[in-house]
Each structure stands twice: as structure tokens, then as C-alpha cells.
């Protein structure tokens, strides 16, 4: 990257500082033989929560997935997927995806940390990867028609925002939960936010604002199940 050719924002850097330092990740996340001996274990897939700077807001990268797909199909997520045979890691795998489904360049994006893993109710571990682009304008989204139906950017902070969320109350073993979803306009659609990908981002929201958000997030609990084991 050419800093010459942009400015880093003040914001994102007192940030990512604060982040890079954080006890309130995942404790794994610089650890190398941990990270060698877990993240090719099956049911593992990363997700990047790729965050830039636009005026006075911080904005997340997210995607619509093609209906071409045999699951989660015209969904709402964070660019990312499976753990492959040849990645070296979570990092490795959230970044390759996110080139092969939007044609964002590896090198454009400081990755900053790790986040604690989620897991889904199909025993999926998600490891959400927080990255920063600086440089938006280097960045020409190139999409994967197979995998994704289109992109869009949505400010980060509204996901602490009771406005524009609903929400529906669930069970599962006996476990009394909430999924929320978020509705957001964008490139002339109405896209919904929701599930896992609304509970990543809540969570990386209160991270990145040091504020909880103004509802009761109330997540499953098997999102958060002990990670150690993967």
C-alpha cells in the first residue's frame, strides 16, 4: 500500500492499537502451534470483518449470497467459508475467501486480531478475523457470481442501534435465546441482517465501541461453547 496516497484515519488507528493489545479476544490468536493444530480441524470455517472509514463512520464489508447456493442461499454474511487443506491458518482462510468471492486483495487488508470463535448450531466453528482496509479507493470489487449476488457496506455502529432491528425469541435445549435482524438500505435493496452474522457483528460492534448495545442481545448459547477443544 502507497501511503502516500491516503490518509489513515485517526479513528481506525486509536482502534486498531487498542484491539492489537486487547486481553478480551481470543487468547490463541498470536499463537502459531495453536493455531496449526485447530484450524484444520473439520467443521471450521472463517469469516473476515473487513472495517474501513467513510466520513465520520466505520463500515463493515458485507454480501448477499448467490442463490445458486445449496446453503444459506440469498443470505446476508461476511465474505467467508471453509478452512482449506492448504491454509496455514484462520487468517489464510478468511482472506482467501474473501478474494475468491469479491476480488479483495490480501495485501490491502491489516489484519488486527482474532475474535473468539462461534458455533453454530450444526457444530460449525466460525472464527471471525477483524482487518482493516485503509486504503477503500485501492479496493474494486470483483464478485463471484457463483458465490455472491452482490455487495454492500454497512456502518458498524448501527449494530448497537435499536432502530431498524426486530427481533424473534427461540429455544433450543432448552435454551431461551433472541436472533436479531437488522434492516438496512443499500444500492436500492433492502438487505437483512441476521442470525449468525448479526451476532458477530453485535459482539465486534461492542468491541470496537467499548459500549454494550442498547438492547438485550440475549445470544444462543451454543454459539459460545468451549472453544479449546477445536
Same mark, same amino acid.
Given at each position: 500500500?502507497?501511503?502516500?496516497?491516503?490518509?489513515?484515519?485517526?479513528?481506525?488507528?486509536?482502534?486498531?492499537?487498542?484491539?492489537? +493489545?486487547?486481553?478480551?479476544?481470543?487468547?490463541?490468536?498470536?499463537?502459531?502451534?495453536? +493455531? #496449526?493444530?485447530?484450524?484444520?480441524?473439520?467443521?471450521?470455517?472463517?469469516?473476515?470483518?473487513?472495517? %474501513?472509514? +467513510?466520513?465520520?463512520?466505520? =463500515?463493515?464489508?458485507?454480501?448477499?449470497?448467490?442463490?445458486?447456493?445449496?446453503? =444459506?442461499?440469498?443470505?446476508?454474511?461476511?465474505? *467467508? *467459508?471453509?478452512?482449506?487443506?492448504?491454509?496455514?491458518?484462520?487468517?489464510?482462510?478468511? @482472506?482467501?475467501?474473501?478474494?475468491?468471492?469479491? *476480488? @479483495?486483495?490480501?495485501?490491502?487488508?491489516?489484519?488486527?486480531?482474532?475474535?473468539?470463535?462461534?458455533?453454530?448450531?450444526?457444530?460449525?466453528? $466460525?472464527?471471525?478475523? @477483524?482487518?482493516?482496509?485503509?486504503?477503500? +479507493?485501492?479496493?474494486?470489487?470483483?464478485?463471484?457470481?457463483? !458465490?455472491? !449476488?452482490?455487495?454492500? =457496506?454497512?456502518?458498524?455502529?448501527?449494530?448497537?442501534?435499536?432502530?431498524?432491528?426486530?427481533?424473534?425469541?427461540?429455544?433450543?435445549?432448552?435454551?431461551?435465546? $433472541?436472533?436479531?435482524?437488522?434492516?438496512?438500505?443499500?444500492?436500492?435493496?433492502?438487505?437483512?441482517?441476521?442470525?449468525?452474522?448479526?451476532?458477530?457483528?453485535?459482539?465486534?460492534?461492542?468491541?470496537? =465501541?467499548?459500549?454494550?448495545?442498547?438492547?438485550?442481545?440475549?445470544?444462543?448459547?451454543?454459539?459460545?461453547?468451549?472453544? #479449546?477443544? %477445536?
Amino acid at each position: 500500500m502507497d501511503s502516500n496516497n491516503f490518509s489513515r484515519s485517526r479513528k481506525l488507528l486509536d482502534i486498531s492499537q487498542r484491539l492489537r +493489545q486487547s486481553n478480551s479476544i481470543t487468547p490463541h490468536s498470536n499463537d502459531q502451534l495453536y +493455531q #496449526s493444530q485447530t484450524h484444520k480441524k473439520p467443521n471450521r470455517s472463517a469469516v473476515l470483518i473487513c472495517l %474501513f472509514n +467513510q466520513g465520520d463512520e466505520i =463500515y463493515v464489508i458485507l454480501t448477499k449470497r448467490s442463490s445458486k447456493l445449496s446453503s =444459506y442461499s440469498g443470505h446476508v454474511s461476511l465474505p *467467508g *467459508g471453509r478452512t482449506d487443506e492448504g491454509d496455514a491458518d484462520d487468517i489464510r482462510t478468511a @482472506l482467501r475467501e474473501a478474494e475468491e468471492e469479491i *476480488g @479483495l486483495d490480501p495485501a490491502l487488508v491489516d489484519v488486527v486480531t482474532v475474535l473468539e470463535p462461534f458455533v453454530t448450531k450444526e457444530n460449525v466453528t $466460525v472464527v471471525p478475523v @477483524l482487518g482493516i482496509l485503509w486504503n477503500k +479507493q485501492a479496493f474494486n470489487p470483483v464478485l463471484n457470481a457463483d !458465490e455472491v !449476488e452482490s455487495i454492500f =457496506y454497512a456502518p458498524l455502529e448501527m449494530f448497537l442501534k435499536d432502530e431498524n432491528r426486530r427481533h424473534e425469541d427461540r429455544e433450543f435445549q432448552g435454551d431461551k435465546y $433472541v436472533l436479531h435482524y437488522f434492516d438496512f438500505k443499500a444500492n436500492n435493496m433492502v438487505y437483512v441482517i441476521w442470525a449468525l452474522t448479526a451476532g458477530i457483528l453485535i459482539s465486534t460492534a461492542s468491541l470496537v =465501541y467499548q459500549r454494550p448495545p442498547e438492547f438485550e442481545p440475549r445470544m444462543p448459547k451454543f454459539w459460545k461453547k468451549n472453544y #479449546s477443544r %477445536f
